[in-house]
């Protein structure tokens, strides 16, 4: 980092909320922002070989931002709980007050790299399903030496009051992969591959388990189009035998390709529309708990009034000018009693069809209208509002990103609920 730019930091924070310098590693400082808040302030610097080799870019500090804030913005989207709050300046951004687990977490979906130096054999591009995760205690002196769970466990890391045990890797260990298979969905959009990447974990004030430091250029292997000889990542300046000034040249050039396409993948946004029809305006508020369980999984919703049986020619007209939209729609029917409504929409409609109908004390009797179908007819069936919204979000999962990945955190986090609630309860016998 220049010294203009240093000057500039400390011009901007002075007497504001940075205090102290916390941490400084080869590509980054840590400042004290707030109680519960540090500045994360890149270097201009790249690194390799544990710090054996370094060089400085120009601009690599604010490209590196750029990317870790655009990642950790999909994933906080998503529903993943990570540390980032928002970016600061350029080359900064605020993150949650953690203290770090010292340990490296490492998903490949492709064998290559270090894995095929310890593991002689495997061939190279050895797809792994389900994904290999590996873990890699912090040490550079040591070169950063592989751990299993149980030298995990025997550390007794305790950090912010929590003592990593079976529970905690077990949530980092889903964690991880969940973040990996998130991003490998973004990149596909890019059409690039994301062949393994590494994440850390921090504990909060609360004793959180997070999703922290930075995740950049630095931080996987992308090859386009699936191609290695195309890789943009900082692979490229480790395979440099000498490192001269235009290859430090295409190497910033790479991070500033992987930079604007981070910002292409931070904004895309679901366009799946979820038609909300109800028989009866008395079903509004039990329709309306739809909207909201869909709102949360990044649909978008409409509310409608219209009978089957009252109004069948509305119900039609309803149906032609959703299709003349070109939009792609996925119809939740609320209707009690008989539901004339989800079968007269699933008749006369390509688009996916799922009644919901409204809790009632003739529920296990009205039901039958909407599992008994004519033949030549297909729609689904659901009783509680969430399930609705949830299965229209499986259907526009099969090509949206976003919506896909708010459902795979959704299963994080209720994976991380439950084994929260397992060890308290273990914890009171």
Known sequence: MSLIR????????????????????????????????????????????????????????VISTKTTSNIFTILNTAGVKTAFVRQNEPNSFIAKKCEMVPIEWVARRLATGSFLKRFPGVEEGTKFYPLKLETFYKDDANDDPQWSDEQMISAKFTLNGLQIDRSEIDIMRRTTQTVFEILEKYWATQDCVLVDMKIEFGISSKGDILVADVIDNDSWRLWPSGDKRLMKDKQVYRNLKEVTQSDLIVIKDNFQWVADRTEIMKDIRSTA????????????????????????????????????????????????????TNSQVVYIAVAGRSNGLGLVLAANTI??????????????????????????????????????????AHVFSLNDTSVWSKLKAKQLNNFITLKNDDKQLNLKQ
């Not at 924070?13 to 980054?28: F, L, P, S, V």
């Not at 979820?274 to 708990?289: A, R, T």
């Not at 709102?295 to 089957?308: E, F, H, M, P, Q």
Request: charged share 20%; aromatic share 8%.
């Open 6 to 61: 240093i000057l500039a930091f400390f011009t901007l924070h002075a007497g504001k909320t940075c205090k102290k310098m916390i941490n400084e590693g080869k590509t980054k400082q840590i400042w004290d922002y707030s109680e519960d808040e540090v500045l994360i302030l890149s270097k201009d610097s790249i690194t390799a070989f544990n710090g054996v080799r370094g060089h400085s870019i120009e601009d690599k500090a």
């Open 273 to 324: 529309l979820v038609v909300i029809l109800m028989g009866s305006k008395s079903d509004k508020e039990y329709c309306q708990k739809i909207s909201n369980y869909c709102d949360s999984l990044g649909l978008n919703s409409v509310l409608r009034i219209s009978s089957a049986h009252k109004s069948t020619e509305d119900v039609l007209n309803i149906i032609a000018y959703y299709e003349a």
């Open 351 to 392: 688009f996916p069809v799922i009644n919901c109908p409204p809790s009632s004390d003739n529920l296990s009797r009205d039901i039958w209208s909407s599992l008994s179908l004519p033949s030549g007819i297909g729609c689904t069936t659901v009783i509680y509002p969430e399930a609705a919204a949830i299965s229209a």
